[in-house]
């Protein structure tokens, strides 16, 4: 449930950095606010289901490839792949540990992913503010304990109020689409 300000102080509610950080959409922040609520009180809309997976697929593709470049310089320089099960295991772990590497070089950049800026979506706070770089952590982890839960955590979002999931709720961070620049048409 959205719930438009209330006309009380700007900063109410709202972490101490908040006060210095632009605002994306300036709805304020009601006083009788609960730090550990889980509403959004911003007017951003949340992104569509099939923005989140567009987005999600672009930096998958992106970890994929990094891995494929990795497996082609090593075939380059002689080495020859072995397929059997411990193999496999370490593959798949080399795999996990490029897209954690991935994810958390967006979070220390303190920006967007590549498919979140290709898909034409940025992460807000459910307060509106641009999220520092522990609140995407904190989001990254989050994910991770959406995904582990047998994707539970991301499915959520199919039957929620708000179209939010389990990390959405626990990072109180969200995707929205970017404002479009509008450009002047030029003949």
Same mark, same amino acid.
């Given at each position: 449930?959205?719930?438009?300000? =209330?006309?009380?102080?700007?900063?109410?509610?709202?972490?101490?950095? $908040?006060?210095?950080?632009?605002?994306?959409?300036?709805?304020?922040?009601? $006083?009788?606010?609960?730090?550990?609520?889980?509403?959004?009180?911003?007017?951003?809309?949340? $992104?569509?289901?099939?923005?989140?997976?567009?987005? @999600?697929?672009?930096?998958?593709?992106?970890?994929?490839? =990094? #891995?494929?470049?990795?497996?082609?310089?090593? *075939?380059?320089?002689?080495?020859?792949?072995?397929?059997?099960? $411990?193999?496999?295991? #370490?593959?798949?772990?080399?795999?996990?540990?490029?897209? @954690?590497?991935?994810?958390?070089?967006?979070?220390? @950049?303190?920006?967007?992913?590549?498919?979140?800026?290709?898909?034409?979506?940025? *992460?807000?706070?459910?307060?509106? *503010?641009?999220?520092?770089?522990?609140?995407?952590?904190?989001?990254?982890?989050?994910?991770?304990?959406?995904?582990?839960?047998?994707?539970?955590?991301?499915?959520?979002?199919?039957?929620?109020?708000?179209?939010?999931?389990?990390?959405?709720?626990?990072?109180?961070?969200?995707?929205?689409?970017?404002?479009?620049?509008?450009?002047?048409?030029?003949?």
């Amino acid at each position: 449930m959205r719930d438009k300000g =209330s006309g009380t102080k700007a900063g109410a509610g709202r972490s101490k950095n $908040a006060a210095n950080q632009p605002r994306l959409f300036p709805t304020q922040v009601p $006083a009788d606010a609960l730090p550990n609520d889980s509403t959004i009180y911003c007017d951003a809309p949340v $992104a569509l289901p099939l923005h989140r997976i567009l987005a @999600a697929s672009v930096d998958a593709s992106m970890v994929l490839i =990094s #891995v494929g470049i990795f497996a082609g310089i090593l *075939l380059a320089a002689g080495a020859e792949p072995v397929f059997n099960r $411990a193999t496999m295991i #370490v593959y798949g772990i080399a795999a996990l540990l490029t897209l @954690a590497g991935y994810r958390i070089m967006w979070c220390v @950049a303190g920006t967007d992913s590549l498919g979140m800026r290709v898909c034409g979506l940025r *992460l807000i706070t459910f307060d509106g *503010l641009i999220p520092d770089r522990t609140q995407r952590i904190q989001r990254t982890v989050t994910g991770c304990i959406s995904a582990m839960a047998g994707g539970l955590g991301l499915l959520w979002s199919l039957v929620d109020e708000e179209k939010l999931t389990w990390h959405d709720h626990m990072s109180k961070t969200f995707p929205t689409p970017a404002a479009q620049k509008k450009r002047a048409l030029s003949w």
